[in-house]
């Protein structure tokens, strides 16, 4: 379904109308009428015949026609009904307002079902239950029950909003609207019992009048639409900016392996968005700072600001801001910097400029050091600060002929004037094409959000898509039980993971025998299937040197484990080379319920665990990207060579890293987790080599995966 | 000087008068004239005979009397005769607008100084040059030239403003009186010639009519000032909230240790802070958003909060900011939950408590819901989200005759209303007594803020005071030269700071027996004055386990240190035992040239290198706040016993730390930095051992340290 079908009907039935504007059933019929619909309103009211001046009819059997559109004001099981005999009849899209379903309890989660189950079948679309609505100021088409028009509808513009909670949605609305922005789009989406955020992210991607969306989340239904959503604005070039509230809420992992523990949903959540190149704000003042900003659709990609000021002090904090935002401030070359100071002498011409205050007894200089600093000095963003001056009665306007000619003449810079003026004085700058903030913090950091953009637009494709479709490997399958350390190891290495030579036995001597091949020292685990972590139960030596050694250590291995975990199947002892040359490293992929694959990647031991040192990427990816990951934890230089050491090989991490992302996704739903725990890490040019290795497998049929990971 | 001097004069002369109302020498004038102040205004200008009405003068010395104070608008060096002449007249403040002094060069640094002697001399007190001044609209008193008051004069409240940056503090009172805030004094200090910040912040603590100081720096002059006015503030329950910009101006650190590189004066200005109760602020609107606050005066200690909203996804959004501002959102017990149900039964009793928007059904409902928190839910803030309804036409004046009820019958709360609102609106409720934001996520961190200096008040002295008046302790003196290894942990020994047993030898055959007293393994450490970090050259051999290993080690470090430093004195060998259970950390001090004395703490190696996992804490300290650092580190569960360690002794890591911190601060400002790297934390009961230990002196009457770290 299209956007247009679902924001522009030509009909709408509500259901439930009421004669009062002010009740839930009325207020729609009086928005749409006071704000001039163009299509059919039909009231649909059992006990009038007349509503708001409109011929109401007793029940949704007896419209003249299918409406196109539907809102459904009744309560409970009377809603239910409604949406059943509107799908009977053919209505596209019902905007259901009732509350008391899903989210009260069982007996309304059933009477949301029944709804669900007569939309799927007739291929109505439902909004809701439990949502204020929708509107579209385009089409005067307002299904929206809120007191956020008492105070002024939507003012013409190219941001729409997508919210889960209708109430924040409407908060959203009403403070764009008194900042000046306008929003003529907004769905919310309630319950979604049908229609979730993804969704309707997607349809205001698609609407050929939105370039900007802002969305509000709390929990994630259908996470798979999301993303395609987010992809086709990204490669629409359409900003999304996400605020998402309930740090907890995505849902617990149901995966046990380490590093699931540590990520916390809501950080894969972070993952994800930078990905897809959308930007997450804080709250709701932040998340409409990047949107006004974003509304003139110049992304500085390369991230460069020159900021011109009238105050020292605030070109201090601006560079502070744009040193927290990501954005760089070069400096003009020299013979530019000398045509500032022929300006005015006691300027400085280094970024910040600053002109100081004194300037303001020739007014136009400003202007004059404005048009400099666009022609000579390469911004793709340029802020001026003007403290109260920009606002003030008499230089004001000076200040605004002066930038309207300057930004006239350099319309592909992103211009901003930080001061503090009324909403008159700020309007004026802004036809002019101006943005105006009055906290520089604020404004550098929405700029530094628009080069994200810009670099995310930049893009060709995302990776993981490209990735996805290059050629199946050809290693064995995934086994069918959960594979012990040895089998798991030699899985891997069929998909050219890896990992370090080594030999199951089964008695003392043969332990030896196989360390003598391999030459010392070696390591001895214990292989089990009912033991994940070995070390816990002493089942594992280490730096053993001679055959004698390993003879002992393999009776002592035996023995600690048997006491500790008498019930344990034992499979044999595996003897493996201890390299002492390696940086140890834990590689890991594990399934999010929700949104799928992430691989993990950290320094071992203390690193992960204790200080939390881990970057997360959603699976699969290539080795590039993988790079990019490695160098992303803190104790990055511990890998190039620091406090003496040599460089390790992390060309062959970053290859471990990328095949097992790709094998795990080739692999699908059955695979919930693969931990490398150590990855020997050895010098460049020796390899990484995974020395143990747990898969976790769902049982079959479990169900306790769900589908949603690549499109 | 009082407060009381500096800003109630009873005669202003204004050097540089004009007639021209808008020029600096006419603007105070002016502005004084409009605003009724009370005292005598004295023109000087030998130009003229009459300025604004007022009689003028042609010189200082024909004034009818020494004036209180003095604004001197005249350049350069006529500024410095003023200065003068106004010294010997015997004025008690001047307040020099005059630009093009030191900021401007040799010339003008020169003039400043002639200033600053001709004030010294006669305790006249010089503001400026260079600043646009002060106000104190308590006595309609204006020595201050900005277009600020273009649209208005301070508001009646209890807020001061104090800056260095004249363009900074006039925005801030223009920012604050646009909010509605009331800022009738407010001090910029521009060159600081002589009265520095915190001279400007004391005068404000000290002032009756403020309780609120808001306040911006780059630079720091002075820092004991500001240090003893932040004390101050902290006693009198006056919060001070610090907007710093520019991160890295505090200026070099001169010491060269480690971890004195890695400190950054920021983070040590933080630490300060933080020490003395005051608040940071990231920026201007941030600043203000807590001295709205924080003009209530009520500070919840306990940092707990309670939420009431309309809207469940609003609640959820304040949830996730009151766990940023690390404050407690705890619930409300069974039988009080059960009230609240039965108020309105679909309602949820749980903090956030959501009575969703359909109670508006009868709106009376929000008042009785906040009257059953506040009785029964200890909440020490209360913040209630009301969507865009508290601003309503027809439900908003409903909504404040409730909260006006309820705010009085309970004044020791903190109330803030979130709403969308028009000014009239907000007006009208702070009149109430409630605080009003539209967003969320910046009142909760405000009330967060607010906890904080709570905390902060309900400490009885801080501890850095009571350390230092505690008896001296008998160790030895601080030696002559730099000491060697030996000399040093002599030296801390002698102090209380257990370093491991050690013996300095001077050729292989003694270090052997040396070894073989104290017991193996040991490890050999070169000593010599010029060799400040030993591994780099070869100078350590480590995990020595016979007298023959030891006496091979011995030759290969002096070896290997004759050829890398063949100009070295050297001392000889120390032979030490080698402790294997030992955690290795790293305690240092090391003086900052603004700030004084800090202590650092860490773990060893990559923890403070790489990870920079360390901790910083002003000289002196007791053994809680050593303490309270140890915890204070990421990687202090490694100290708690993680990973299968026993725990580690942290009472002796604490003894240490405090000792240390104790015996740098008595033995002055010659003593530049010690650095203890590693010292060995063995298990509980087995004590924290200085293995090595660096001592850095300053050079005799080098004057490269400055007095400040103590009051």
Same mark, same amino acid.
């Given at each position: 379904m299209r956007s247009s079908d679902v924001l522009n009907p030509a009909s709408v039935a509500i259901v439930g109308a009421s004669s009062d504007p002010e009740r839930i059933g009325g207020i729609p019929i009086a928005t749409m009428l006071q704000q001039g619909f163009a299509g059919e309103l039909w009231p649909v009211n059992p006990a009038r015949s007349d509503v708001q001046g409109l011929r109401c009819y007793d029940a949704i059997e007896n419209l003249p026609a299918a409406p196109d559109a539907a809102i459904v004001a009744v309560p409970g099981a009377l809603a239910a009904d409604a949406v059943e005999a509107l799908a009977r009849r053919g209505t596209r899209s019902a905007i259901v307002f009732s509350a008391g379903f899903a989210e009260a309890g069982a007996a309304g989660a059933e009477l949301q079902q029944r709804m669900v189950r007569a939309a799927q079948a007739s291929g109505l679309r439902l909004f809701g239950p439990n949502t204020i609505g929708l509107f579209n100021a385009h089409a005067a088409y307002y299904p929206f029950f809120s007191t956020a028009f008492e105070r002024g509808f939507p003012l013409p513009g190219r941001i729409g909003i997508a919210s889960q909670s209708g109430a924040v949605g409407s908060q959203i609305f009403n403070i764009a609207r008194n900042r000046g922005m306008g929003t003529p789009l907004c769905i919310t989406t309630g319950n979604e019992a049908d229609v979730t955020l993804g969704e309707a992210i997607g349809w205001l991607v698609d609407?050929?009048?939105?370039?900007v969306i802002v969305a509000y989340l709390e929990g994630l239904r259908r996470p798979e639409l999301l993303l395609q959503a987010l992809e086709a604005a990204r490669r629409a070039r359409k900003p999304v900016i996400v605020h998402k509230g309930?740090?907890?809420?995505l849902g617990a992992s149901a995966v046990q392996s380490h590093t699931a523990a540590i990520a916390g949903d809501d950080r894969l959540f972070d993952v994800v968005l930078d990905e897809f190149g959308a930007v997450r704000a804080e709250h709701t003042e932040q998340m409409l700072d990047i949107a006004y900003a974003a509304a003139r659709r110049i992304y500085p990609v390369a991230g460069t600001l020159g900021v011109l000021t009238l105050s020292g002090g605030a070109g201090i904090q601006m560079s502070d801001a744009a040193e927290r935002a990501g954005l760089a401030m070069p400096q003009m070359d020299g013979g530019s910097q000398q045509r500032l100071q022929a300006l *005015? +002498?006691?300027?400085?011409?280094?970024?910040?400029?600053d002109i100081t205050a004194q300037s303001l007894n020739d007014i136009d200089l400003v202007g004059h050091f404005a048009r400099e600093v666009a022609e000579r000095g390469g911004y793709e963003a340029i802020a001026v600060y003007l403290a109260g001056v920009g606002g003030s009665l008499k230089k004001g306007p000076v200040l605004r002929r002066s930038f309207a000619d300057v930004a006239r003449a350099h319309p592909d810079r992103l211009w901003t004037i930080l001061t503090t003026a009324d909403r008159e004085a700020v309007a004026a700058y802004e036809q002019d094409g101006l943005l105006v903030f009055e906290e520089p913090a604020r404004a550098i950091h929405a700029i530094g959000a628009l080069a994200r953009f810009g670099r995310a637009f930049a893009r060709p494709e995302a990776p993981a898509l490209s990735q996805a479709m290059s050629p199946a490997t050809?290693?064995?399958? *995934? +086994?069918a039980t959960v594979p012990n350390e040895a089998e798991a190891k030699a899985w891997l290495a069929s998909h050219g993971v890896a990992c370090l030579p080594e030999a199951l036995a089964t008695d003392a001597q043969a332990a030896a025998a196989a360390a003598q091949g391999m030459g010392f020292p070696v390591v001895l685990k214990i292989v089990s299937p009912d033991i994940a972590h070995k070390s816990e139960v002493g089942g594992v030596q280490l730096d053993l040197r001679s055959a004698g050694e390993v003879r002992s250590a393999f009776a002592a291995v035996t023995a600690a484990v048997a006491r500790a975990r008498p019930d344990a199947r034992i499979d044999g002892v595996l003897v493996a080379p201890q390299i002492a040359d390696g940086v140890e490293c834990l590689v890991s992929v594990h399934r999010d319920p929700q949104l799928g694959l992430f691989a993990a990647f950290g320094l071992g031991g203390i690193f992960v665990e204790l200080l939390q040192d881990v970057v997360f990427r959603r699976c699969p990816f290539d080795e590039a990207a993988a790079h990019a990951m490695i160098a992303g934890i803190r104790g990055a230089p511990l890998l190039r060579g620091a406090r003496g050491r040599p460089p390790a090989d992390v060309d062959a991490l970053a290859r471990l890293l990328s095949r097992l992302s790709v094998l795990a996704h080739r692999h699908?739903?059955?695979?919930?987790s693969i931990e490398l725990n150590p990855v020997l890490v050895r010098p460049a040019g020796l390899g990484a080599w995974a020395a143990d290795a747990v898969i976790e497998l769902a049982a079959a049929g479990s169900g306790e995966t769900r589908p949603c990971e690549n499109r």
């Open positions: 609407h050929p009048g939105i370039d309930g740090r907890s809420a *005015l +002498p006691f300027a400085s011409p280094v970024n910040p400029i050809t290693g064995a399958p *995934l +086994p699908g739903e059955r695979l919930r």
